[in-house]
T-cell receptor, first 112, second 113 residues
Framework: GQQLNQSPQSMFIQEGEDVSMNCTSSSIFNTWLWYKQEPGEGPVLLIALYKAGELTSNGRLTAQFGITRKDSFLNISASIPSDVGIYFCAGPYGGSQGNLIFGKGTKLSVKP | NAGVTQTPKFRVLKTGQSMTLLCAQDMNHEYMYWYRQDPGMGLRLIHYSVGEGTTAKGEVPDGYNVSRLKKQNFLLGLESAAPSQTSVYFC????????????FGSGTRLTVV
C-alpha cells in the first residue's frame, strides 16, 4: 500500500534555530496536508497545499508542495519552545473517497 | 465551539471485556473516522463513515465494530478487548471531498491488561 516517509524521525534543536522536515511518497499526491500534534492532544491542521510548486505560509511555518508531486517540505523559522510536538504530513489516497494517509511523524524538541 | 468530542479520555480494560468509545461532532460534517496511534506507527485508519447509516473498513479494522446511527455521532466498539488493542484512539470528522482537512478529537487512551 501507499506510504508516506517522513524525515527526520526526531529533531533536537536550540530555541531560535530554523527547522526543516520533509515527506516523500512513491505515488503522486494532489494534496499535501501538514498537522501538528501536541502532547496529550489530537493533531491540528497547520497548512494545506493543493498545487504542485505551491508555497504557503502560516506565521513562522512555511510548507511547499514539491514539483514532482511526490514530496512536500515544512520549514519552521526561529523556533520557540511551544513548537514542540509531532509534525505529520498527510495526503489522500485511493478511489473517490480519498481517505487521508499519514506519515509516521517528525518529533520536534526545542531546548530553551 | 466544541468541535470533535471523545469520551472517555482514559480507560483500562481487562482482556476479553467490551467497551464503546463515543465520538460526537458539532460541525455538521458528513464524514467521520476512527484512527489508532501507536508509537512509531503514526495514525492508522480503523473504520470510517461517509454519512449517517454508512460505515466502511479502513486499514486495521479487525477486532473493532462501528456504528453511525446519527450524523453527529460515530461509535467505536471493542467486543472482546485484547492487549494488542492498547493504543490511543482518535476520532476525526470532515466535510466531503478529497484532500479536505480533518478535525480531530483529543483522543482516548485505552489500556488492555
Amino acid at each position: 500500500g501507499q506510504q508516506l516517509n517522513q524525515s527526520p524521525q526526531s529533531m533536537f534543536i536550540q530555541e531560535g534555530e530554523d527547522v526543516s522536515m520533509n515527506c516523500t511518497s512513491s505515488s503522486i499526491f494532489n494534496t499535501w496536508l501538514w498537522y501538528k500534534q501536541e502532547p496529550g492532544e489530537g493533531p491540528v491542521l497547520l497548512i494545506a497545499l493543493y498545487k504542485a510548486g505551491e508555497l504557503t505560509s502560516n506565521g513562522r511555518l512555511t510548507a511547499q508542495f514539491g514539483i514532482t508531486r511526490k514530496d512536500s517540505f515544512l520549514n519552521i523559522s526561529a523556533s520557540i519552545p511551544s513548537d514542540v510536538g509531532i509534525y505529520f504530513c498527510a495526503g489522500p489516497y485511493g478511489g473517490s473517497q480519498g481517505n487521508l494517509i499519514f506519515g509516521k511523524g517528525t518529533k520536534l524538541s526545542v531546548k530553551p | 465551539n466544541a468541535g470533535v468530542t471523545q469520551t472517555p479520555k482514559f480507560r483500562v480494560l481487562k482482556t476479553g471485556q467490551s467497551m464503546t468509545l463515543l465520538c460526537a461532532q458539532d460541525m455538521n460534517h458528513e464524514y467521520m473516522y476512527w484512527y489508532r496511534q501507536d508509537p512509531g506507527m503514526g495514525l492508522r485508519l480503523i473504520h470510517y463513515s461517509v454519512g449517517e447509516g454508512t460505515t466502511a473498513k479502513g486499514e486495521v479494522p479487525d477486532g473493532y465494530n462501528v456504528s453511525r446511527l446519527k450524523k453527529q455521532n460515530f461509535l467505536l466498539g471493542l467486543e472482546s478487548a485484547a492487549p494488542s488493542q492498547t493504543s490511543v484512539y482518535f476520532c476525526a470528522s470532515s466535510a466531503p471531498g478529497r484532500g479536505v482537512g480533518y478535525t480531530f478529537g483529543s483522543g482516548t487512551r485505552l489500556t488492555v491488561v
